[in-house]
């Protein structure tokens, strides 16, 4: 079974940055579709960017567009979230997940939680002066 760990989180004040890690054991990602999601408390679970199995697509919150850049590296079998300018509404537990993607899926990604299998266990990110 496909498990990931994410970190990387932590404190940062207004209009910094941080950089997520979610690694991957036990399986290689080049096979799955990637997505990192965040929590806060007493709010859903939101979407906050995917990527394609493949790499060719990305999608993003209206909130985080030009802020947040989601990336892979397969060899490493890492996906990463590089976060600019946060924000205190930017606080959250994020999570990444996975699922495995076969064609013709393989260039779209979404971010609806219910379409993933594999879920690492969370990083806390808190945005605060």
């Known amino acids: 079974q496909l498990q990931l760990v994410e970190s990387g989180g932590g404190l940062v004040q207004p209009g910094g940055s941080l950089r997520l890690s979610c690694a991957a054991s036990g399986f290689t990602l080049q096979s799955y579709t990637i997505a990192w999601f965040r929590q806060a408390p007493g709010k859903e679970r939101e979407g906050v960017s995917c990527?394609?199995?493949?790499?060719?697509?990305?999608n993003y919150v209206d909130s985080v567009k030009g802020r947040f850049t989601i990336s892979r590296d397969n060899a490493q079998n890492t996906v990463f979230l590089q976060m600019n300018s946060l924000k205190p509404e930017d606080t959250a537990m994020y999570y990444c997940?996975?699922?495995?993607?076969?064609?013709?899926?393989?260039?779209?990604?979404?971010?609806?939680?219910?379409?993933?299998?594999?879920w690492g266990q969370g990083t806390q990110v808190t945005v605060s002066s």
């Open positions: 997940a996975a699922v495995r993607r076969i064609p013709p899926f393989q260039s779209t990604c979404d971010m609806n939680p219910s379409a993933y299998s594999n």
């Open positions: 990527i394609s199995r493949d790499g060719s697509s990305t």
